[in-house]
């Protein structure tokens, strides 16, 4: 943090279990206006920072209000990157600060867990882009999981299917 005082959040080099390098080469909320061309590889500011593995300056962090509470799950990283940017200060990329983040391992998977997580992805996703005044064709949306609600159907894959019923019932609150 002392190396780069101007920026307010750091965050390491995340890898998946598999040893690839996971980041985001944009951040949707703010534009295209900063995005990289590949994975980080060495210290530099990067549009986002990974939610599995943060530190921010506290100053910073409580002049934002810290997380938005409508936000229950999914997209916060997001949001708050984007609220960090749009408030004039950096995102570092640590390169040598290493967390290995085993996706998903947490909770094991189950109809009911899949069902979950996809609902409350498509619900955060319409919050944040609400929220950033980012338009969501939601028609257009519906349409595409009905498509792959048929296809999983067709195909006998359950996981599928419970995933876009899901963002369909979220997708169709209001």
């Known amino acids: 943090m002392a190396r780069?005082?101007?920026?307010?959040?750091?965050?390491?080099r995340v890898v998946k279990s598999n040893g690839q390098q996971y980041y985001r080469a944009r951040n949707r909320l703010i534009g295209d206006r900063f995005r990289l061309d590949g994975?980080?590889?060495?210290?530099?500011?990067?549009?986002?920072?990974?939610?599995?593995a943060v530190v921010f300056r506290k100053p910073?962090?409580?002049?934002l209000s810290g997380f938005d509470e409508n936000i229950f799950l999914y997209f916060e990283?997001?949001?708050l990157s984007a609220r960090t940017i749009l408030a004039g200060h950096g995102i570092h990329h640590i390169h040598d600060a290493v967390v290995v983040h085993s996706e998903g391992a947490s909770t094991p998977s189950?109809?009911?867990i899949i069902d979950f997580k996809a609902?409350?992805?498509?619900?955060?996703n319409l919050y944040v882009c609400r929220k950033f005044?980012?338009?969501?064709?939601?028609?257009?949306?519906?349409?595409?999981?009905?498509?792959?609600?048929?296809?999983?159907?067709l195909r006998g894959d359950?996981?599928?299917?419970?995933?876009?019923?899901?963002?369909?019932?979220a997708l169709m609150e209001r």
Do not use: C, Q
Not at 119 to 124: D, W
């Open 119 to 124: 609902y409350h992805f498509m619900k955060a």
């Open 133 to 153: 005044g980012i338009s969501y064709n939601r028609p257009w949306h519906i349409v595409s999981n009905w498509g792959k609600l048929i296809a999983a159907r």
């Open 39 to 52: 994975p980080p590889r060495a210290d530099m500011l990067i549009p986002m920072a990974v939610g599995a």
């Open 110 to 112: 189950s109809p009911r």
């Open 4 to 12: 780069y005082p101007a920026s307010a959040a750091f965050s390491p």
């Open 158 to 169: 359950t996981d599928a299917e419970i995933t876009a019923r899901a963002r369909l019932r």
């Open 60 to 63: 910073v962090f409580d002049a």
């Open 77 to 79: 990283d997001v949001d």
